[in-house]
Nanobody, 115 residues
Framework: QVQLVESGGGLVQAGDSLRLACAASGRAFNIYSMRWFRQAPGKEREFVAGISWSDSRPNYADSVKGRFYISGDRSKNTVYLQMNSLKPEDTAVYYC????????WGQGTQVTVSS
């Protein structure tokens, strides 16, 4: 089993920045990639960004390219999501997910962007 704990959410204004963190514990040595998803009220959960532990290559949803940046510290089993130039449409609960023997999810952290 892998446990994930997100942190860093909050209420900001449009144009501001936030950095989310996700720390993995448990059988974290099995993790081969980590991802961020988000879910806005009334919408389906959507992929935001991901990173592979093998080559640290990131990938992003088109909606966040050039504004969000994912990075990771494998020695700490932690992944970060730097979110810049935030928009009201970025408001959502942000979830961290780790791909290991299965796909494990954190509890989510709320990000609210006011206009």
């Amino acid at each position: 089993q892998v446990q994930l704990v997100e942190s860093g959410g909050g209420l900001v204004q449009a144009g501001d920045s936030l950095r989310l963190a996700c720390a993995a514990s448990g059988r974290a040595f099995n993790i081969y990639s980590m991802r961020w998803f988000r879910q806005a009220p009334g919408k389906e959960r959507e992929f935001v960004a991901g990173i592979s532990w093998s080559d640290s290559r990131p990938n992003y949803a088109d909606s966040v390219k050039g504004r969000f940046y994912i990075s990771g510290d494998r020695s700490k089993n932690t992944v970060y999501l730097q979110m810049n130039s935030l928009k009201p449409e970025d408001t959502a609960v942000y979830y961290c997910a780790a791909a290991a023997s299965g796909l494990y999810w954190g509890q989510g952290t709320q990000v609210t962007v006011s206009s």
